[in-house]
């Protein structure tokens, strides 16, 4: 159920991580969601934290796990280009 995907592909944990609910994502976490589900647009939860400059939540992910840094989403973006590219910059410190 925590990684029941809406008509978009979302999952809770995309929702949570797209706002910074940072308490959210460490009890998705704990009950186990999974990070590398893939919305429409082919992206990971930290794809949608890393766009939207959430970057506490960037760094949890990132050290739950250091994969999710090099997913790229249909269009060839990494967590980072996206930061980049809406002007995030702390999430690329």
């Known amino acids: 159920m925590v990684d029941q995907q809406d008509n978009n592909q979302e999952t809770p944990m995309h929702l949570v991580c797209h706002n910074g609910y940072m308490e959210a994502v460490s009890l998705l976490h704990e009950f186990g969601a999974r990070l590398d589900i893939l919305d429409e647009e082919e992206r990971v939860s930290l794809h949608r934290a890393a766009s939207e400059g959430q970057t506490a939540v960037v760094r949890q ?33």
Do not use: I, Q, S
């Open 61 to 93: 992910l990132v050290k739950w796990d250091k994969r999710l840094m090099v997913h790229k989403d249909e269009h060839g973006n990494t967590p980072l280009h996206l930061a980049a590219e809406y002007g995030k910059g702390l999430c690329y410190e």
